[in-house]
């Protein structure tokens, strides 16, 4: 996260607030300031972090980012990359391009699996009109619910087919 000096008249956070505010665990956000992916978070009386409003827009943007997928190896890459400033872009743009390629290629592969099971639903509605499955159409997506056993009350168990 780049430098900049702290108003006087800024809201200060927990680490409380910021975990509430965040969706990240406490735990995570001492991780984050240990490997050097936070910085610049002040102390309080007794030693307790304190956070600004910038730490919350970068924290979000490292939550958002994680979530796709990227290793904390690249992650700690590119802050490194964000605090060498302007002369760094190009490999900054490099590191979120070859993310970019994995995460198509990840979703092609989550389009390949769903239509596998799209054919395996479509092969027991075919097939198996006996379990009665009720199919919703949405948005181009099924829904499909299985009806409970009739003994146990449970939903019937479903083969899971394997994904290349």
Same mark, same amino acid.
């Given at each position: 996260?780049?430098?900049?000096?702290?108003?006087?008249?800024?809201?200060?956070?927990?680490?409380?607030?910021?975990?509430?505010?965040?969706?990240?665990?406490?735990?995570?956000?001492?991780?984050?300031?240990?490997?050097?992916?936070?910085?610049?978070?002040?102390?309080?009386?007794?030693?307790?972090?304190?956070?600004?409003?910038?730490?919350?827009?970068?924290?979000?943007?490292?939550?958002?980012?994680?979530?796709?997928?990227?290793?904390?190896?690249?992650?700690? &890459?590119? %802050?490194?990359?964000?605090? /060498?400033?302007? #002369?760094?872009?190009?490999? $900054? @743009? !490099? =590191?979120?391009?070859?993310?970019?390629?994995?995460?198509?290629?990840?979703?092609?592969?989550?389009?390949?699996?769903? &239509?596998? %099971?799209?054919?395996?639903? /479509?092969?027991? #509605?075919?097939?198996?009109? $006996? @379990? !009665? =499955?009720?199919?919703?159409?949405?948005?181009?997506?099924?829904?499909?619910?299985?009806?409970?056993?009739?003994?146990?009350?449970?939903?019937?168990?479903?083969?899971?087919?394997?994904?290349?």
């Amino acid at each position: 996260m780049p430098e900049r000096k702290r108003q006087p008249d800024e809201h200060r956070y927990t680490i409380t607030e910021v975990a509430r505010l965040t969706g990240l665990r406490a735990h995570t956000l001492r991780w984050y300031e240990e490997m050097g992916l936070v910085t610049d978070v002040c102390r309080g009386p007794g030693g307790r972090r304190s956070y600004e409003a910038s730490h919350l827009r970068w924290l979000d943007f490292l939550a958002e980012v994680r979530e796709t997928g990227m290793t904390v190896a690249d992650l700690t &890459r590119y %802050v490194e990359l964000v605090r /060498a400033g302007e #002369e760094s872009v190009t490999e $900054r @743009l !490099a =590191l979120l391009e070859a993310h970019r390629c994995r995460l198509d290629d990840e979703a092609a592969r989550l389009e390949r699996c769903l &239509r596998h %099971v799209d054919d395996r639903l /479509a092969s027991y #509605e075919r097939e198996e009109p $006996r @379990l !009665a =499955l009720s199919v919703e159409r949405t948005s181009g997506r099924s829904s499909h619910r299985v009806p409970p056993a009739p003994s146990t009350g449970r939903p019937a168990a479903a083969p899971v087919p394997a994904c290349a």
